[in-house]
């Protein structure tokens, strides 16, 4: 291959024939964090201190410690966050093959059936239907599931914590096994706060999209923003987590390339 193709793709991001679009919720101190039953360990949400601002402790630079769990914010799920993908050398923030990180794109839009029912359940019906219109998922793509979640602003909203547990959508368990062995795909990436289901914990195996997907050396985003404004099919995804040593995950930034033509 010559460079042609890469010296038209920039030409085209330059112009925004391609589009950036951002799939990325902002880090703050009021980003919610998932929340476990009592009995286990919690991630500690997001934290920034300031070090210096052009002042005494600084005079010409602004900066901040920060601090966070992995699975903060939008964050990338690797294959050994979950016990079942506990053994993959290939399966770490830093040891994953880097060309991974950028791959297509496959949004399920679910956006009105997650309005109706706050706990929808995405099955391999769904994604047959839509695949029907759009055509067979690629090997080797993200699968999204748009929900419009994110637009619930409020952390509380956003996590729905009920006396029985989260009300949120996601995929069931014969949807993971579809995605990870039928369509071989390169991971899954939801809106919620998680890549599970609320309701997931009583799934058998419980946590699917956890259990199946890391199970099978695939990734999870969690998150993510800004699904409406990207095609149901055609769109490219960097999702690239922070190189930590043994990492099971990171916050990141997720941006997606679009076709406008
Ligand atoms: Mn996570």
Redesign the pocket.
Known sequence: MTTAVLEKLAKQIAKRKIRVVDLTQTLKPSTAV?QLPPAFAQSSPFSISQISRYDDKGPAWYWNNISCG??TGT???API?WVSGKDYQDGATDTIDVQRFVAPACVIDCSKEAAKDEKFLLTPKHILAWEKKHGKIPKGSWVLMRTDWSKRTDPSAFLNMKEDGPHVPGPNVDAMRFLTQERDVNGWGVEAV??DAGQAHSFEPAFPAHNLMHGANRF?L?SLCNLDQLPATGAVIFAAPLKIEQGS?SPLRVLALVDER
Do not use: L, Q, V, Y
Request: hydrophobic share 25%; no cysteine.
């Open positions: 998932i992995e699975h964050h990338f799920d966050h998680g890549t999870g969690a995950g």
